[in-house]
């Protein structure tokens, strides 16, 4: 028996041996895959070098042309710093290819988050796709991304915005909920014009077919340039060619911004509708959108009606407060969804406000977006602070 058990004991050794060295062997192996793993997808914290010691945020614009955009990436990079990230920002002035090109250097860049304000929101679902296969989530700011599978958006109502709009015209016209108006709308390439569109609807549908309301000319502004809305208006007055005070005679421009809006009222001006020249006319209402300073000290001055004012420090701010938890890898509680055609995307909605002669001193004064110095026409002061 002790034989027999001596042989034994002489047989199990070397196999006992063995498969301590395969487990050896296998232990580092694995290790080495997943260290070659870790560093392929830069989530290492171990050997991380120091410049990517903070999160970084990629945001690219679709143009910082205007003052409104210019704002917002103020904002945003101020509260990015103080939340301890960095920012790379690019504009791609209003350019498709550009754009998705920014999207790519960014990437490459190894940005942590990409913050997408899209010239065309079709257009950018491509640079979503290439975010998500180098693992970088994205957020779609004030404009929608459609038909991907978009993380996050954050925005303004563009619906209410919309149906402020229409809501002021119509109760603001000389007559109220009656008469000839001009319709513009924005880019058709953003998908927030749309949804203004959809939010003006709801208010002047019943008018329009009640026949309360007529609409003399609409039409899409091309990139949302005051130049184009101008010549938009220029048509529309001359089509209508009513005289001042017939029934007939166009009385409000629903216009979707204040660039569109500036245009608009250059159009006016021309024709004595506005301004000096338009007394003993009945009063012409004009509306807006971002309250921006040209906007606000013609609002002051009496040519243009009203405009919507967007806290836009709020946006931004909100904005890289997302953007830099969801590069921390910390939850985000959204507080509604939109569906942008493929899923229900995690939103949240920044309140807005329609701001005119009357309250413009409690809204964009009060908050400081404007001093009230600066709303004087012609008064080249700049923004509170």
């Known amino acids: 028996m002790a034989q027999l058990s001596s042989g034994s004991d002489s047989l199990a050794a ?14 580092l192996i694995l290790s080495v895959v997943i260290g070659l793993l870790l560093s392929r997808r830069g989530g290492a914290a171990v050997g991380a070098s120091p410049a990517r010691a903070r999160p970084v945020i990629g945001l690219s614009f679709d143009t910082l042309k205007e003052e409104r955009w210019q704002r917002d990436r103020a904002a945003f990079i101020g509260r990015a710093h103080e939340l301890g990230a960095e920012v790379i920002d690019l504009a ?31 257009a950018m679902a491509k640079a979503v796709g290439l975010a998500h296969a180098a693992s970088i989530p994205v957020i779609a700011y004030d404009r929608l991304i459609p038909d991907c599978d978009l993380d996050f958006y ?33 880019a058709k390439t953003d998908h927030n014009a749309h949804l203004m569109k959809q939010g003006q609807d709801r208010i002047l549908e019943p008018l329009i077919k009640s026949g309360d309301l007529v609409v003399s000319h609409e039409d899409w502004v ?21 005289p001042a005070g017939s029934e007939s005679a166009i009385t409000g421009i629903l216009a979707p911004n204040d660039g569109t809006a500036g245009g608009a009222i250059q159009a006016l001006l021309e024709e004595g509708l506005v301004g000096p020249a338009a007394v003993g006319h009945a009063p012409m209402v004009v509306t807006g959108q971002d309250a921006e ?38 939850p985000v509680v959204a507080s509604g969804e939109m569906d942008n055609g493929r899923i229900k995307v995690p939103s949240i909605f920044v309140d807005v406000v329609a701001v005119d002669r009357q309250n413009i001193l409690d809204t964009v004064v009060k908050d400081g977006f404007h001093r009230e110095s600066s709303l004087r026409p ?5 923004q509170g602070g």
């Open 378 to 382: 012609g008064s080249q002061a700049g």
């Open 293 to 330: 300073l040209a906007a606000c000290q013609r609002v002051v001055a009496g040519t243009q009606t009203m405009t919507v004012y967007k806290p836009l420090h709020r946006l931004a701010g909100r904005a890289a407060e997302v953007a830099v938890a969801m590069a921390k890898g910390r």
């Open 154 to 186: 954050i925005t303004f109502d563009a619906v209410k915005v919309g149906a402020l709009q229409a809501q002021y015209l119509v109760d603001h016209l000389p007559t109220p909920r009656r008469g000839h108006i001009v319709r513009l709308h924005g």
């Open 222 to 242: 091309d990139e949302w340039k005051p130049e184009a809305a101008k010549r938009i208006v220029n048509a529309a007055l001359s089509r209508a060619a009513a």
């Open 14 to 27: 070397p196999a006992g041996a063995r498969l301590r060295i395969l487990l050896v062997v296998v232990s």
């Open 92 to 122: 791609a002035n209003s350019n498709d290819t550009q754009q998705m090109r920014d999207v790519e250097s960014l990437i490459t860049s190894r940005v942590s988050m990409l913050v997408i304000v899209a010239h065309n929101g079709a």
